[in-house]
């Protein structure tokens, strides 16, 4: 089935350590994004790539990384500088041109113990 | 300003009722608009865009106002499964920049 595969779908990750989110894409869409949700609150955006090799902060990346070295592979990793990381992360992608809508994965949860 | 601002609600509604929601942006740029639906603790799916001209799928219609820089959802005969949280999103400036709401949440009680 094409798509977007998250893994894993739940995560708990010890104070201290850095975690990676891997986000897989089988769509052939130029553009991925990560997107932090908070219980009862919006998406906020963490980062995007337009292209393989290129990617741009969004609103919230301090304590995130990222990579892009394959057009369908774009992992987070939650770093120990993120002070609060516990949340649901939603990676998604959509085609380069403009009026195209955008697909999410199933989505990330992480928790902190 | 927020680019996208919706009415958090929360709407309770009864079985068969009429609800709509509107949702505005700032960027008179905006060139793309669409609902998306999220189920609590899913992610969000495509439940239409939204044309210049207005649109239907079913028992749900969704119109755009440029002039008055706003997009709305109707849903007519409200279920029971139409419960969620509805998110309008704005394509602002073509190619790749997305903006979200923060959501309207719906209940529609038997």
């Known amino acids: 089935d094409g798509g977007i595969t998250q893994s894993p779908k739940y995560l708990f990750r010890k104070e201290g350590q850095n975690v990676t989110l891997s986000c897989e894409q089988n769509?052939?869409?130029?553009?991925m994004y990560w997107y932090r949700q908070d219980p009862g609150q919006g998406l906020r955006l963490i980062y995007y790539?337009?292209?393989?090799?290129?990617?741009q902060k969004g609103d919230i990346a301090e304590g995130y990384s990222v990579s892009r070295e394959k057009k369908e592979s774009f992992p987070l990793t939650v770093t120990s500088a993120q002070k609060n990381p516990t949340a649901f992360y939603l990676c998604?992608?959509?085609?380069?041109?403009?009026?195209?809508?955008?697909?999410f994965g199933e989505g990330s949860w992480l928790t902190v113990v | 300003r927020k680019e996208v601002e919706q009415d958090p609600g929360p709407f309770n509604v009864p079985e068969g009722a009429t609800v709509a929601f509107n949702c505005t942006y700032s960027?008179?740029?905006?060139?793309?608009f669409f609902w998306y639906r999220q189920d609590c603790r899913k992610e969000p799916k495509l439940l239409m865009s939204?044309?210049?001209s207005g649109n239907e799928d079913g028992r749900f219609t969704a119109q755009l106002n440029r002039a008055s820089q706003y997009i709305s959802l109707l849903i007519r005969d409200s279920k029971l499964s139409d419960s969620a949280t509805y998110l309008c999103?704005?394509?602002?400036?073509?190619?790749?920049?997305?903006?979200f709401g923060t959501g309207t949440s719906l209940t529609v009680i038997p």
């Open positions: 939204v044309y210049s």
């Open positions: 999103v704005v394509n602002a400036r073509g190619g790749n920049q997305f903006y």
């Open positions: 960027n008179s740029a905006s060139q793309s």
């Open positions: 769509l052939n869409h130029d553009a």
């Open positions: 790539s337009q292209i393989v090799n290129d990617f």
């Open positions: 998604a992608s959509s085609p380069a041109e403009a009026g195209n809508t955008i697909y």
